[in-house]
């Protein structure tokens, strides 16, 4: 039976209201958390530290403050596209191709700037609303596990462009799948067994590193690892 990330159902990854934090109370989502005291890290802008500004705020200054990090590509090899090193699933929906070949450019600081411009950041919050929209009901297989960390790689880069509402339901989204994957036993076939490696140790690695100020995204590394 496919695992699907169905709230209605018991299914491979439970919903994100209904699963447990250590201490047995349902967890905040991120979005929520952020107005919270402790959610952010020493790194983090002091005044998100102090304040507990309102979600939209929040995504405003953290993205306005936070310092730049290389994600895919940067001065290692600026010309690498891991996540097309190898077509794993031969059949990719249009919302996960887009968010590939969104994904393929983030190494390229002259295209990258193109998405400030009001057409180009049209393109990427709508693939990423689409994306959103498509993994609600998605299996648990490849093609959710590369558009995932696609689409953690594209919040690294773009964040600072997403109006507040996308970016904090894309943090949320990723942070359930990553935080889910952790307890999934799939069965031994080759797609599952490379969705789970995807979902449970790069998506949380990669979360991790690109919003390390926020505590919850932080925390994951170490099960990751």
Same mark, same amino acid.
């Given at each position: ?24 109370? @349902? ?13 952010? &890290?020493?790194?983090?802008? !002091? ?5 507990? #500004? ?14 730049? &990090?290389? %994600? ?17 699933? @031969? ?11 969104? *994904? ?15 057409? &180009?950041?049209?393109?990427?919050? !709508? ?24 689409? !953690?790689? +594209? ?5 600072? %462009? ?7 339901? +894309? ?6 799948? *990553? ?6 036993? @799939? ?23 690109? #919003?390390?100020?926020?505590? @919850?995204?932080? *925390? #994951? ?5």
């Amino acid at each position: 039976m496919s695992t699907t990330f169905d709230p209605n159902k018991e299914a491979g990854f439970l919903p994100l209201e209904q699963a447990p934090a250590p201490n047995g109370k @349902p967890e905040a989502p991120p979005s929520h958390a952020a107005t919270q005291s402790g959610f952010w &890290r020493s790194t983090a802008p !002091a005044v998100l530290r102090k304040e507990k #500004l309102p979600p939209h705020d929040a995504w405003l200054v953290y993205w306005d403050q936070r310092k730049a &990090r290389p %994600t895919f590509g940067g001065p290692i090899a600026p010309s690498s596209k891991p996540l097309q090193w190898n077509q794993l699933s @031969p059949n990719l929906d249009r919302a996960t191709q887009k968010l590939l070949e969104l *994904a393929a450019i983030v190494g390229d600081a002259d295209e990258v700037a193109k998405f400030s411009k009001a057409k &180009r950041n049209k393109e990427l919050q !709508a693939a990423l609303n689409d994306w959103l929209a498509a993994s609600k009901r998605a299996r648990a297989d490849v093609q959710l596990a590369v558009g995932a960390v696609a689409a !953690a790689h +594209l919040l690294g880069v773009f964040g600072g %462009t997403l109006a507040a509402d996308l970016g904090w339901r +894309l943090v949320d989204a990723l942070y359930e799948l *990553a935080r889910h994957a952790e307890g999934w036993n @799939p069965d031994l076939t080759d797609e599952e067994i490379i969705a789970q490696q995807m979902l449970a140790g790069e998506l949380p690695l990669t979360l991790s590193y690109v #919003l390390g100020e926020m505590k @919850p995204l932080h *925390a #994951l590394r170490s099960a990751a690892r």
